[in-house]
């Protein structure tokens, strides 16, 4: 008998736990929860943490994020504008914010990525077909590149931005925001994380960079030969004036040098007959020195003046 009451009692505990266990839940801070009945939601989503109350055995129980997910989309080949093929890789931060219309259209995550595939893809080639390559590669409209001082206005070629990436980027976040919201999916945001030339072109694409670099580098050296030759000439109209100016005051000296010795003549020969006869005898030997050396032969008459002080000297 006894054992009869302790086996009732005992199965009296099993299937009150078990329908405690049925019925109690719990919904974590990054968790929300939809109920359903026989596949089917019943009330409202439960999006507030804590202990929650269910019917037992027949209400499911379905955890949904509530946390901010990723979407890290496959690189793809896609044509700009200009029929230039890119890879372009992508990526996405989007959450649940509508819970039961997330549950009834995609009832998971697999299917959610999916569906973000299918359509941020899809925006992101419409956007990328509408637009030129320099317009997908550069960052904003409104970087300029940079001038040197030896440019004008007029030598600026470069190609104008008109748009540029993080515009293409926003118009894709905004049309595929709007898609995802009946999926009670929002994009919060989405940028392009890689953009690669294709590899068949690639090499195209490069020697037309190396030959627009070698432009404008010859472009330069160009500005740099007619500024070195204009900083050539202005020195050598320098050096000519200098020498100019050094050749007159080196004739000025001269011509005062000259009058000093004619003066210095003027009063050798105007002073007393033996300050005449002395200057008249070194200035000859001052002229033997000038026209006699060891291989000179001289012929000279005897009313000579060179041979005046010759004779003498015997």
């Known amino acids: 008998m006894k054992k009869a009451i302790g086996f009732l009692i005992a199965a009296f505990v099993l ?28 009330g409202e989503p439960i999006t507030e943490a804590g202990l929650h109350f269910k019917m037992p055995f027949i209400v499911k129980v379905n955890v949904i994020e509530k946390r901010v997910l990723a979407w ?47 359509i941020l893809g899809s925006e992101t080639r419409n956007a990328v077909a509408k637009h030129d390559l320099i317009e997908v590669v550069r960052s904003t409209k409104d970087r300029q590149p940079e001038r040197t001082d030896l440019q004008t206005e007029s030598e600026i070629d470069f190609e104008v931005i008109q ?37 068949e072109v690639a090499p195209d694409i490069y020697q037309r960079m190396i030959s627009e670099r070698q432009q404008i580098a010859e472009r330069f050296r160009s500005e740099g030969a007619g500024e070195a030759a204009r900083i050539k000439g202005t020195m050598e109209r320098e050096v000519k004036k200098i020498e ?25 020969y105007g002073g007393t007959p033996e300050q005449e006869s002395f200057y008249e005898f070194v200035k000859t030997l001052e002229a033997y020195e000038d026209i006699l050396d060891e291989k000179t032969t001289v012929i000279l008459s005897t009313d000579s003046d060179l041979f005046r002080f010759l004779k003498g000297s015997k």
């Open 72 to 118: 890290d989309g496959m690189s793809s080949q896609m044509p700009t504008r200009d029929k230039t093929y890119i890879q372009v890789d992508t990526f996405a931060r989007w959450e649940i914010s509508d819970p039961l219309a997330y549950f009834q259209k995609l009832r998971d995550e697999r299917s959610a990525l999916s569906r973000l595939d299918d």
């Open 244 to 268: 100019s100016e050094s050749y007159k005051q080196v004739q000025s000296i001269l011509g005062e040098a000259d009058a000093e010795s004619t003066r210095i003549y003027a009063e050798a």
């Open 15 to 42: 299937i009150i736990l078990l329908f405690m266990t049925g019925t109690i839940y719990t919904v974590r801070e990054d968790q929300q929860v939809v109920l359903t009945q026989f596949g089917k939601p019943v």
């Open 163 to 199: 748009v540029g990436r993080r515009t293409i980027e926003q118009s894709v976040f905004e049309t595929a925001k709007s898609k995802l919201e009946d999926f009670g999916i929002t994009l919060l945001d989405l940028r392009f994380k890689r953009i690669n030339y294709n590899s």
